[in-house]
């Protein structure tokens, strides 16, 4: 088990956003979590990241274990260097004023040493996203909507991750670049690296992962295989559009 949540809650405040959460992603699987918003996805990805206030909520129950090791006093970069983790977040966060190389450069800093990794990886990112080689020398923020979203998975590449998490990544996109997307992401998992999915759309994503869990409100209502989530009538009714 590579990831496990155990009885997770958060807060904003004194809000409480995340009511005992628990669920678990192996090495190598593709695994979602599908709700509405306000669900709590977001908030799971964020006390994933272990990114500090006021950008994640605080967590004040439960644990995050990583390979089995507790991660609630791991800096988010530690998990980068060392867990070799990533998040792709919602709206990308892409540095607008730089290129496109520019910003996937960026994201070596862990990697940097590696010279022979680091032009390996931009060439696999070229190669699963060749409209980011076109525009390489392009100001990231001229680029459209599902190309900053190749650009914001890229640039989670570059780090040497072999655990992505991605928040949305269908957010905005024309249909064909969101399963242009979705192939590439499909492609990196047959190279070993395990993906996180959080997404409304939940068709698309129980079509591309290997398991699911249906969050509602703070708790996970539902959970299984792809097909046995789309099976599930109340999956269809409440996602599916059945």
Known sequence: MMLEVKDLKVRYGNIEALHGLNFHVDRGEIVTLIGANGAGKTSTLLSLSRLPQPEAPTVFGGDILIDGESILKTEP?????????????????????????????????????????????????????????????????????????????????????????????????????????????????????????VEQNAKVALDFADRGYVLNTGEIIAEGSSEELRANKDVQKAYLGG
């Open 77 to 197: 970069h530690q998990l980068v260097e060392d867990q070799k983790m990533a998040l792709v977040p919602e709206g990308r966060h892409i540095f607008g004023n730089l290129s496109v190389r520019e910003n996937l450069d960026l994201a070596t800093y862990a990697v940097a040493k590696d010279v022979d990794f680091v032009n390996t990886t931009m060439a696999l990112v070229y190669d699963l996203f060749p409209r980011l080689y076109e525009r390489r020398k392009q100001r990231s923020e001229s680029l459209s909507g599902g190309e900053q979203q190749m650009l914001a998975v890229g640039r989670a590449l570059m780090t040497g991750c072999k655990f992505i998490m991605l928040d949305e990544p269908s957010m905005g996109l024309a249909p064909v670049l969101m399963y242009e997307m979705f192939r590439a992401l499909k492609e990196l998992n047959k190279k070993e690296i395990t993906i996180l999915v």
